[in-house]
């Protein structure tokens, strides 16, 4: 055991300038406070306090400007919150520095300036409107679609720096209904734009419930600002108040950047190799976004049926594989144990069909461990955001490949195997043996290809419509699945079809420049 002595030891904390106070956020992050100026820089060295310093005296300079010269203290209804960058960072596409001039910088960071009697955040540079939302490509369409961004930016200002904190009756009763509302939309419609679940908001009116007005508790305000800023970014994100507000999670106000017809060729050919399954699931990932954002529910139900269709692939695997040990445990296919030379061509493809199965299993079992249906659709967590562009539609052409593996490896399988059974029934076989086989595959076949026929009209309808014109399908094939596709549709979708625009959004300047 250690002893620690304390004869010469001092208290670090005492250097610290005259006027700053060191707070620990509920979290467990350090953050300081001089009056109205808060940061998260570790204040106890000595360069990040110096320099802290000159930016405040800086920014000082600038509010003294921007007040029309008029000198004396700060104003006392803002707050000034500063985040210093060590200098081998990477440059970022903000505002992100402070400097005396161009050729002299005094250090690299970022800052904003809160309105605390407006709730909103500002700053005195021109700033690009993305960083209200860096993760997310939107457009300010207004002065209030921007002041809800700005007012988002205010409670996270809160929840970053709680102490001292007072959060009053009327706030906690506006919160209180917003999360009863919310949970009421999200547990009766599928198409709810709540960025939490039903069972997470009602875990969140109980927590709220429990503050007490007009407290100062950190913890308290940790949990007010977290919660009124994760709804007001839901605002912002579906044009909350504007002409256009995207009113439920089905279809989005911008364009979708899907264009099938022109994936790059090495997607085409493992597609193809998957026996098209990868464009199956290129398709759904293509559709977790709502024109420029990622719909996290749809993203839930997606994990869910990824493990649904690995955990399924895993049974029929197994059964091939027994299948396979068992046609291989047959006296006159096992060829009485003659060397592998003259192993005949029903045993080696009978084998490629066991090492194929194999590898569908381990594949579905590794994929399913990586993907687990976690239950947590915050919308700053999991799933990424950001839209569907150029880059991203490569990643989801790599993702689609991947996710399809398994299935590729069962449909090889399974082909590999029927080709085994069929040398069996043609090699050296007497004439009715051959008449029977070719008659149970050719219907094997055209059943098989009535299901896949149905498949293709469900994802291609108007070439369907054209084919079936042509040729004399069978009636259930020609009938209409519009009554199908009606009956499952989510009511809110349909009372809220006519209210989303489809065109582009006619938006202002992407660079801000607010008074104080």
Known sequence: MNDIEDDGCSDERAGLGVGWQQYTHPEGKAYFRYKNVYTDAWLLDN???????????????????????????????????????????????????????????????????CNMGR?????????????????????????QHLRIAAEAAYWEHIYIFPHDRTISKDELSDLSEKLAFWTFDAGSSKASTSPYTATELKHFSRI?????????????????????????????????????????????????????????????????????????????????????????SRWNDFVIQLQDDWYDAITPATVILVANLSFLAISSVDDSGLPPAQRSLGQIVSYI????????????????????????????????????????????????????IPATFFWWGLLTFFIS???????????????TAVVTIVLSMFLLLLVILYTYRDNHRSIWADLSALLPLPGFLTCSISQKRSSS??????????????GELQTLDTHLDLPV
């Open 47 to 113: 360069d990040n306090f110096n320099t802290l310093e000159a930016a405040v005296a800086m920014l000082r300079l600038q509010l003294i400007e921007a007040r029309n010269g008029k000198h004396g203290s700060l104003l006392d209804d803002i707050e000034i919150g500063i985040h210093l960058q060590p200098q081998d960072d990477v440059k970022t596409d903000f505002k992100d520095w402070f400097r005396k001039d161009r050729m002299n910088p005094v250090v690299k960071g970022c800052y904003y300036i």
């Open 119 to 143: 709730k909103e955040v500002f700053w005195l540079d021109k700033v690009d409107a993305k960083i209200f939302w860096e993760d997310l490509d939107h457009n300010i369409v207004g002065r």
């Open 208 to 296: 709220v419930g429990n503050i007490i007005a007009d407290s100062k508790r950190p913890e308290d305000a940790c949990i007010v600002g977290k919660l009124k800023g994760a709804l007001l970014k839901i605002r912002f994100a579906y044009f909350f108040g504007e002409e256009h507000a995207q009113i439920n999670n089905s279809r989005g106000v911008f364009p979708h950047h899907h264009d099938p017809e022109h994936h790059s060729y090495w997607f085409r050919f493992l597609n193809c190799l998957s026996f098209y399954t990868a464009a199956s699931y290129y398709v759904n990932l293509n559709h977790l976004w709502i024109g420029r954002k990622m719909s996290t």
């Open 353 to 404: 069909s066991l090492i194929l199965n194999v590898g569908n299993i381990a594949a579905s079992t590794i994929l399913a461990r990586q993907h687990r249906s976690g239950h947590h659709s915050s919308f700053e967590g999991e799933p990424p955001k950001g839209g569907p562009r150029k880059k991203q539609l490569q990643e989801l052409e790599r993702l689609a490949v991947i996710f399809s």
């Open 421 to 435: 059974i069929a040398w069996i029934c043609f090699n050296r076989t007497a004439q009715p043996t051959r008449y």
């Open 489 to 502: 549709q989510d009511p809110q979708d349909q009372s809220n079809n006519g209210s989303i625009h489809k």
